[in-house]
T-cell receptor
Framework: AQKITQTQPGMFVQEKEAVTLDCTYD???????LFWYKQPSSGEMIFLIY??????QNATEGRYSLNFQKARKSANLVISASQLGDSAMYFC???????????FGGGTRLMVKP | NAGVMQNPRHLVRRRGQEARLRCSPM?????VYWYRQLPEEGLKFMVY????????ESGMPKERFSAEFPKEGPSILRIQQVVRGDSAAYFC?????????????FGSGTQLSVL
């Protein structure tokens, strides 16, 4: 079974608007962490934001925020005031306490229109 | 403070040759991970190593693939007798620990092309 599901293969957003990238996960481990990474066309993986399963508040990092709904097992990434440089692949990932690695979703390609 | 260093950036091999991919983790990081990425897909876990030990190789193909992280020197991912299906981007990542909040720091990847 997929542990991390990203249902949007591609998304368009108008520059300066906000966009939400969806991520749902599946785990029976009560302790886990959720991560978002950005991969621009150059290929490197850039860490964006982290949310712990016990965190009471949604994580925020600049223009990035994480809409964490634990009961629904979703961890959507919200990018506010989109910029052209935000065009990239975005990956959601999870790390379970009992596991040894980050497990990645299939990614969402975001394209920002001028 | 150098990040995770991978080399080579691009590697071309003919079918049947060997490919060696190198990864130097960030200073102070003793946990190394290797991932493989096919075009337009997510990263697939291959192997997790600590110094001189393979901790989890559940994502490694049973044949032709091996990994090491010696006491001195970089981590090496070795692919013997490469086939066209091995063509992919191979990413190395490192972290200082294994807690659930430990993010992975990634290298720029090695793009392997098998002719």
């Amino acid at each position: 079974a997929q542990k991390i599901t990203q249902t949007q293969p591609g998304m368009f957003v108008q520059e300066k608007e906000a966009v939400t990238l969806d991520c749902t996960y599946d785990t029976s481990d009560p302790s886990y962490g959720l991560f978002w990474y950005k991969q621009p066309s150059s290929g490197e993986m850039i860490f964006l934001i982290y949310q712990g399963s016990y965190d009471q508040q949604n994580a925020t990092e600049g223009r990035y925020s994480l809409n964490f709904q634990k009961a629904r097992k979703s961890a959507n990434l919200v990018i506010s005031a989109s910029q052209l440089g935000d065009s990239a692949m975005y990956f959601c990932a999870m790390r379970e306490r009992a596991g040894n690695m980050l497990t990645f979703g299939g990614g969402t390609r975001l394209m920002v229109k001028p | 403070n150098a990040g995770v260093m991978q080399n080579p950036r691009h590697l071309v091999r003919r079918r049947g040759q060997e490919a060696r991919l190198r990864c130097s983790p960030m200073k102070g990081h003793s946990h190394v991970y290797w991932y493989r990425q096919l075009p337009e897909e997510g990263l697939k876990f291959m192997v997790y190593l600590q110094k001189e030990n393979i901790i989890d190789e559940s994502g490694m193909p049973k044949e032709r693939f091996s990994a090491e992280f010696p006491k001195e020197g970089p981590s090496i991912l070795r692919i013997q007798q490469v086939v066209r299906g091995d063509s992919a981007a191979y990413f190395c990542a490192s972290s200082p620990g294994q807690a659930t909040n430990e993010k992975l720091f990634f290298g720029s990847g090695t793009q392997l092309s098998v002719l």
